[in-house]
């Protein structure tokens, strides 16, 4: 009887040993919980590191294009702006930024654009912000004015210059409204009166993407900013002041941005208008940077693209300053 409860009791501590190990085994799952958790990390690791090279993939053609056609060619230009030619390479520093500087034809372009940025581009800002301030408000035929300015953006540019060729000719049909009030026929686009036809023909092509971009920035404006405002007595040029300009400090920094590149870019109208060397008044720096090309002048020409770029550069900076400043309390 002894011998069988011996035998009973080991037999029960060998059936114990079984469960120690199922203890064993759930004492061990929280470093199997560990495993998993680093499985997972590798895994988005792995997947991180596909989506880098997806993206080096599909960015590396992008970064070569614009390696290979804006960034070396500027360090070229860089190079032939102070070696005397492309032949020789003899370095010469600074001279032909002097001899550019020198140059009467280069300073008449450069006075030129100078004067047309200065007058058409506040222009195409303030009326296509008045525009846009206008359409944005209750009025009736808003999609007719809309579909008004937006023409110009559908007609190719040779119909535009040809409009303008029947509008301002000598014989032209503005010359035919002029008489009707007892003024002399005006050679427009061989006058003092040239430039002045230049900067409607701009601000005619151009106000109508402004104005798109200020009613899209105009209606992102908080309205319950300007139902305060309202509930407050504030008057509409409080609103439009303290409020509307704040909100919409960086839109009229990109359109002064658009409307500045495309103010140097008229080149392409007024040589349609008026060939190769135009009025005095119309001679931009399009101009002479053509003209300094076409006589294989490449170090002066690349001496009035660093000057060009560098005056860019100085007002494109002054711009971000002056948006940072009125527009910083209503970003983010």
Do not use: C
């Not at 070696?83 to 006075?111: E, M, S, W």
């Not at 000719?169 to 008489?179: C, E, F, P």
């Not at 007024?270 to 060939?275: C, E, G, Q």
């Amino acid at each position: 009887m002894r011998e069988k409860k011996r035998e009973e009791k080991r037999g029960a501590k060998g059936h114990r040993l079984p469960l120690r190990g199922k203890l064993s085994g759930r004492e061990g799952q929280p470093g199997a919980g560990e495993r998993g958790q680093s499985e997972k990390k590798g895994g988005i690791q792995k997947k991180n590191a596909r989506s880098r090279k997806l993206a080096t993939a599909f960015l590396t053609p992008s970064v070569f294009g614009v390696m290979l056609f804006f960034v070396i060619p500027f360090f070229v230009v860089i190079y032939y702006s102070v070696v005397n030619n492309p032949v020789q390479h003899h370095f010469v520093f600074l001279d032909n930024f002097k001899n550019v500087f020198r140059n009467a034809a280069f300073r008449q372009a450069a006075f030129n654009t100078m004067k047309f940025s200065v007058i058409a581009v506040p222009l195409a800002v303030v009326l296509s912000l008045g525009l846009a301030m206008l359409l944005d408000s209750k009025i009736p035929f808003k999609s007719q004015f809309r579909t008004f300015f937006l023409t110009p953006m559908m007609v190719p540019i040779a119909s535009i210059v040809l409009i303008w060729q029947v509008l301002f000719h000598y014989n032209g049909m503005v010359n035919d409204i002029t008489a009707l009030f007892g003024m002399d026929k005006i050679d427009w686009l061989k006058s003092e009166h040239a430039q002045v036809v230049i900067i409607v023909l701009f601000l005619w092509k151009n106000l109508g993407y402004n104005m798109i971009l200020f009613m899209s920035a105009l209606g992102s404006i908080p309205k319950d900013i300007l139902e305060v405002a309202v509930l407050e007595s504030a008057r509409p040029w409080q609103i439009f002041v303290h409020i509307k300009i704040r909100y919409l400090s960086s839109t009229i920094l990109f359109v002064t941005i658009m409307s500045l590149i495309n103010s140097f870019k008229v080149f392409r109208e007024i040589y349609l208008l008026t060939d190769d060397y135009p009025y005095n008044t119309v001679y931009m720096m399009q101009h002479f940077m053509n003209n300094t090309f076409g006589n294989l002048d490449y170090q002066k020409l690349s001496a009035a693209a660093i000057m060009m770029s560098l005056v860019m550069v100085v007002i494109i900076g002054i711009l971000f300053l002056t948006e940072n400043y009125f527009g910083k309390d209503v970003e983010g």
